[in-house]
């Protein structure tokens, strides 16, 4: 099993969750983060720590968020390993409350 970041990431992108992550299967894109699921051992150390509620199971995906687990394995294969903390983005706080962000997803 693994865990799934879904669309409330997108443009809040804060990274709390990759420091407690002990095999560094986070991925960091432009404006979103991605969990490797090759790599993610299932730990739930990562979930708790989203100020947004953007990380899942596989299994308690929200409806309408499944896409995110392919979404998810595409872009970590592209995307660098993050493994330290770093600032939000300045905006992060305006975005963390909307929906419908897919279309604003920068590969």
Same mark, same amino acid.
Request: aromatic share 8%; with cysteine.
């Given at each position: 099993?693994? #865990?799934?970041?879904?669309? =409330? %990431? &997108? !443009?809040?992108?804060?990274? +709390? ?7 560094? %299967? *986070?991925?960091?894109?432009?404006? *979103?983060?991605?969990? +490797?699921?090759?790599?993610? &051992? ?14 899942? =199971?596989? @299994?308690? &995906? ?5 896409? #995110? ?6 872009? /970590? =294969?592209? $995307?660098?390993? &993050?493994?330290? /903390?770093?600032? /939000?983005?300045? @905006? /992060? @706080?305006? $975005? !963390?409350?909307?929906? @419908? !962000? ?6």
């Amino acid at each position: 099993m693994t #865990f799934v970041v879904v669309e =409330s %990431c &997108i !443009k809040c992108k804060y990274t +709390d969750c990759v420091e407690v992550c002990p095999v560094d %299967c *986070f991925h960091e894109g432009p404006n *979103f983060l991605v969990i +490797d699921p090759e790599e993610c &051992i299932d730990c739930t150390l990562c979930e708790p720590e989203c100020p947004v509620d953007a990380i899942y =199971s596989e @299994d308690e &995906i929200p409806d309408g968020q499944e896409h #995110f687990l392919e979404l998810n394995a595409e872009l /970590a =294969s592209q $995307w660098p390993v &993050i493994t330290e /903390a770093k600032p /939000a983005p300045e @905006d /992060a @706080d305006e $975005w !963390k409350d909307r929906k @419908d !962000k897919l279309a604003l997803l920068e590969r």
